[in-house]
């Protein structure tokens, strides 16, 4: 944790978590190129048209970024994730097909990278945000998650809960 000089998300309201009028969002939504995936991509497509009418019909500019080839048609931009269509990569003896599928682990790993993104200009801004952290990691007390669970929840309970 950092020294109290420092800001913090849970005691102090960055320029990025502060509350305010929206005027132009993101909206980022992972949908699936093949396989058995019918019901996650039209529930994503179905969730994803509802929060964009909904943030429109509020006067809020909506950029539609998505991953998955069925929901690209609906996109203002586009993320390829590279991967081939029928995307299983690991063959299992004895079984005519392959699991695993790499679409799932490039989602990820897009997602990531833009996690990754943001943490850098929020560090740039000199904004701390408290992250939950393995364990396992050298001068990372045990404690340590559990803290930042603890100013999460502080933090949700000071701006309200949006799901209430």
Request: hydrophobic share 45%.
């Amino acid at each position: 944790m950092g020294s109290d000089s420092r800001k913090t998300a849970a005691t102090t309201v960055t320029p990025l978590l502060e509350v305010r009028e929206e005027r132009r969002v993101a909206l980022l939504a992972v949908g699936a190129n093949r396989g058995l995936c019918g019901a996650y991509n039209t529930t994503v497509a179905r969730e994803t048209l509802r929060a964009r009418t909904e943030l429109v019909d509020r006067g809020v500019a909506v950029d539609l970024v998505v991953s998955g080839k069925r929901l690209a048609d609906a996109a203002d931009i586009a993320i390829d994730n590279c991967v081939e269509p029928e995307d299983a990569g690991v063959p299992i003896e004895g079984r005519p097909e392959k699991v695993a599928a790499l679409s799932t682990v490039a989602a990820i790993s897009i997602s990531m990278a833009l996690v990754a993104e943001v943490g850098r200009e929020l560090a740039a801004r000199h904004v701390d945000l408290s992250t939950f952290v393995s364990p396992n990691v050298a001068g990372i007390g045990p404690d340590h998650n559990q803290q930042v669970f603890q100013e999460y929840t502080a933090f949700i309970r000071r701006i309200g809960d949006p799901t209430a």
